[in-house]
């Protein structure tokens, strides 16, 4: 009888199990039947085994060529692609920027001589054997027949080259930064340029201030939207310090010389008339032919706050030329898309920034970088280059003392390589602003307008134009400086491949390749609850037939 009752659960142990067995068949067949979801519902329906494994494989295939396609999508997602977008707004009026110009020689022949009168024995050294005393006994050898240099003579000779038979170009290689590390294998005018400009920057930059071009000579004329704004006195001028050009006068930089905030001018209407007009005197009588090979003006256009480079960005303005440039601002709106420091969001000063520190010049990556070079030579060379300001309070480097070189050449070399991080620390900012120029020429003053023009000039500035029979045409340009139109041109960076563009694109390919859907996924998920609903009910089931064996046990 027990083994009876036994073999009756065993029995329907199994029963339960084909059952639930069956109803798992049943849920997958009904399933791959209506689901939207491609090759599943042929692989069912398939009654021989070859077209079964035929469509098997198909399914297969497709659901790995998805998977790459899928995974491509996601590398594209994470790269966080950019594109950029121009567009062009209009405006009622356009800040006015900061206009610069500077004359290509940096000292005045003739207040070095007033100075040297004076007493002022510091110019002397500017043109003596100090500028020689580290050249090599070849060099001095070649010289020895000549005779000891002047303030005349070595401002205005021409550089010589070295001799045919001293030459070594058979030795020469062009990648080897030795050769570029030695003083001696330098062009002369290249090493003795570089000199006097290393002595001038030891020197008061006050005192060079006062010895070099004044607002007053040069400046003959100025206007903007047709009032004079000659006034150095006033909000429109301010001037610094250039370590090659000296002097260096900018029109309406928002600062007063005292360093106090000044109100920015606008331009409410475009053409020359409506912007700044300068007629100036380079005062070329006075340029020392060995510092200034050539003769002009430079001009730097710069947004407010930024620093102005006019040897790195500046435009060469020639004597006897009117020169019209007409501008248009731009504005650059750059995207971190991983929030990276990519670009600088908030532009602030910093002090630490050399230009910050003697300029009061906000941020910008050009001087942030030069900054950066000049505080690695100083940490790695113990001094600084010439041109970066201040260097004569942290030691400026020697431009004839070889291993001062090398090192300088290393720095050099690191930074362009990144390996200073100058480059990293130095992003642009977020939203930066900049002005497209393009210029024109025509000769200044015309023929029938000489005549007239140097009337006016022997009137007002006889001084200027009648010693040394000096030519105003040799002297003057006239340089314009106005918006061609009010526009303003934003590119915009921005995200080209966002989360919406990357779920499009995998609906795209899983509806190519396996006709996956949304839906697709609810019939799925839906297969998912019955199986479970299925399961979860034939564990109830199972359990409960257990409690009824357990209970006939008791009983019996």
Known sequence: MEMQELGSHDESVIEHERNAKNMFCSLIKDFCDYTSAHGLGRIMAATHWVRKVLWIMLLLVAMTIMTIQVNVLYQKYQSRPLTTLVTVETASSLPF??????????????????????????????????????ISSSQRRRRSNDPAPTLESLADQEGSSYDSDDDDDGNFSWDDDEE????????????????LAVLMAKEDLRLLSVIGHQFDDMVLSCTYRGVPCKNFSSVFWNKF?????????VFNSGKTKSGKDAPILKSNKPGPSH??????????????????????IKLDISPHGEMPFPLERGLSLAPGYA????????????????????????????DT??????????YSSTACRKSCLAYNQLRKCRCMQYQFPGSSKYGICSVTDKPTLKCLSNVQKMFKENNLNCTTSCPPPCREEGYKMSSSFALWPSEKYEPIYEKALQKEYKILFTKRGSSHRKNVCKLQVFYEELNLEVITERRSYEIEDFVSDIGGQLGLWIGFSVLTAAEFLELFMLIFHAVFKSCGAKKTQKSNHIHQDIVA
């Open 180 to 195: 570029f590390q030695d003083p001696f294998k330098k062009d002369p005018t290249f090493l003795k340029n570089e000199q």
């Open 241 to 249: 310090w250039h370590y090659k050009y000296g002097n260096c006068f």
């Open 323 to 350: 020169t019209m440039i007409g501008m248009r601002k731009e504005v650059i709106k750059r995207e971190d898309p991983f929030q990276s420091k990519r670009c600088l969001k908030e532009v602030t000063k910093d």
């Open 97 to 134: 920027p900061v206009v610069t110009f500077c004359n290509f020689n940096a000292l005045k022949n003739d207040s070095i001589q007033a100075a040297k009168e004076d007493g002022m024995d510091i110019f002397k050294n500017l043109f003596t054997s100090e500028l020689a005393k580290n």
């Open 353 to 362: 920034n050399l230009y910050t520190k003697h300029f009061g010049a906000v």
């Open 275 to 296: 912007g700044l007009i300068l007629e100036l005197n380079i005062e070329q009588e006075e340029y020392l032919g060995q510092m200034s090979p050539e003769a002009g």
